[in-house]
């Protein structure tokens, strides 16, 4: 390739990139601000069933049922006028929303009207983020010599990580910058409303871009597809390749890539119970880390093919995941640390709480422990107070307690556990890094939006999207049935509870991996564009 | 390979059929009559998971069995 192609290619996959990671940017803070909005749109108390209910919707149905539905959409009008026109659509829808988002007034000013248009616009993200990214990777793969389209269409690949640590940077500043009153008053609607700024930059460059030249050029011939869903999916021919995709490609890298970034963060937050800010630290850098290898396995599909690149990426995390996440949960284990004992402290105190519609008294209970190895320990008990008594929950007739633990861990325990996160990051590049490039060249242009971004958005929105909230309940569901054993006086059920969860990605992985080895046939480039 | 493709087809099916036992029988039904919060699961398995893994995995299988896949080099 000449200096001034190659100049003009990288111009395309940088306007084509950053407008990605923008979506994946306004796509995450709202996973990222999870807590802080449900306290404004979803609040609990009496009646709060309702708003639980739309809360579970807004962050469900967003990134699972909605996306493959803005795949097919947005993939069948990029089919149909073009891969640019429909790319610019889902940007601004994007952007759209997630500024509107950052505008809407608390539940307490405008009622019910609140949580249900943080539910409407958190679809709509939803379907941008569906017709989004099919777009680009179609359009840069369009751009791009053959020999060369697993390299090109990797940096495309590295915008979903981007667009994460981008927004945990970005939430990590306004923290920074604000007092911990004013980021919960309006300091959160910051991230949100920063976007606009990035979408108009994003909309500016892309404005100027050109329609892909395989598909212009299809156009130009009468080649574009007129029904781009009846010939993706009606026709047996083409639907067995999308199956192909899901099952043999796509299901196992949407399950590898979400284990890695989010059930490894959701892993070292809610069952190790480390400090949110040292989570967010260690996933910054374990991400910042991994990201350069989705450009190196890219290039490198080029050269050996993408195939067993994504065959080998899935097989190491099957057999790695369950040591890995032994190893991660014992290093913030404290029955594995020594505990300096005559610096430990308790405090039981009696603390108002404007919750407590009971009396407003709560009873807390505080434990600290602190360990040989700088690891501390806090564990905080805080009981209900009903007219001065401990209220009795209704379900099961025992005392109702809230137990929040708490491990700060040490410099180096944080260290070994970004380099566990790195290493599953090398899994994610492995199996992510190519398939870009993998799923364009399995489908013709004429329908190659609509017939690539279907399976990409359900492997990763329904088979990985779900997988932190399966994996968490696989936990909670044995650690539960510990406790009855140990009630009962019987020997634990399940040896390590804290492992169930990754049966999941295991056993999608698994399945993903036979297809993938015995039916895909590891030829790249199988459509002659 | 090609007979391995298609007998494998029959295990695809098979393992449709599995994921739907286990996920509806198994999980979905004891979730929902547990009610609560294990309600949402539930729904997740029976609307989303269940049809969503069952059918591909069925069809696929189906299609392996009838040599869609096989190579034809």
Known sequence: MSESKKSSMFSIIGASSVGTMIEWYDFYIFGSLATIIS?????????????????????????????????????????????????????????GATFTIGCIPAYETIGVAAPLLVLL????????????????????????????????????QITATAGLIVSLIVIALTKTVLSKEDF???????????????????????????????????KADGKTSTNPLKESFGNKLN??????????????????WYTGQFYAMSFIEKIMNVPKEQVDNIMIWGLCLGTPFFVV??????????????????????????????????????????????????????????????????????VTKVFTDGTTYKEVKTKTLKNGAVEISDKDGKPVIETKKTVTINDTDKWTLTWLVFIQMLFVTMVYGPVAAFLVEMFPIKIRYTSMSLPYHIGNGIFGGLLPAIATFLVSNATKLNTVAAEAGLPKVVEKPYLEGLWYPIILAGICFVIGTIYLDGKDNKVND | MNAIKRILGIVWILIGLVAVYYLIVNQAIMLWNKGGENVIPAIIYTVILCPMIAGALGTFGLYSLQGEFDDKD
């Not at chain 1, 606009?196 to 212009?216: Q, T």
């Not at chain 1, 639907?239 to 590898?256: C, E, N, P, S």
């Open chain 1, 239 to 256: 639907f067995k390749y999308v199956l192909l995709a899901l099952l043999g490609v796509t299901m196992g890298q949407g399950v590898v």
């Open chain 1, 297 to 366: 396995f890219g290039w490198l599909s080029d050269r050996i093919g993408r195939k067993w690149i994504m065959m080998a990426g899935m097989l190491v995390a099957i057999l790695s995941y369950r040591t890995i996440y032994t190893k991660m949960y014992e290093t913030a284990d404290i029955k594995n640390k020594t505990e300096i004992v005559e610096k430990a402290t308790s405090v039981a105190e009696l603390k108002e709480n404007a919750k407590n519609k009971n009396g407003g008294v709560d009873s807390v209970y505080t």
């Open chain 1, 184 to 218: 919960d008053a309006f300091g959160w609607r910051i991230p949100f409303l920063a976007s606009i700024f990035m979408v108009g930059i994003s909309y500016i460059i892309r404005r100027n871009m050109h329609e892909s030249p395989l598909f212009s050029k299809a």
């Open chain 1, 39 to 95: 306290t404004k749109f979803f609040p609990a108390g009496p009646g709060s069933e309702t708003l639980s209910f739309l809360s579970t919707l807004a962050t469900f149905a967003a990134g699972f049922v909605v996306r493959p539905f803005g795949a097919l959409f947005f993939g069948r009008l990029g089919d149909l006028i073009g891969r640019k026109y429909t790319f610019m659509v889902t940007l601004l829808l994007m952007g």
């Open chain 1, 121 to 156: 616009l958190r679809l709509l993200q939803g379907l941008a983020l569906g017709g989004e990214y099919g777009g680009a990777a179609t359009y840069v793969a369009e751009h791009s010599p053959t020999n060369e389209r697993g390299y090109m269409t990797s940096w495309i």
